[in-house]
């Protein structure tokens, strides 16, 4: 148990590191798909309607990504919790977490 909780902490973490390359190729996936959307419900390019269409569309997947960091936040902060049950209460368990950008970083002393 403490392994497997050890190994998705892990894997959060590393997942934030990427490449300036690999972040701008999907940065460019991210706008094409926003654009396809917003043209799917009819907006044009240019205009005021599709200008808010692609706010609106940013504006949700920040909503979704705030609501997901904040999930593995909890996560990660229970897996402290688990790992200060597994070692007893005379053993202080501490888990901090930080936002750097999309990515969460938590550290368990």
Known sequence: MIRALMLIAMALT?????????RARMAAEQNAADDAKCQSYGAKPGTD???TCRMRVVEQRQEEERAAGQRAEQGLRNAGA????????STTVRTDCERFGSSISCTSR
């Open 14 to 22: 590393l997942s934030g590191c990427l490449t300036a390359e690999e």
């Open 49 to 51: 309607i599709y200008v």
């Open 82 to 89: 688990a790992l200060q049950s597994v070692y007893g209460s």
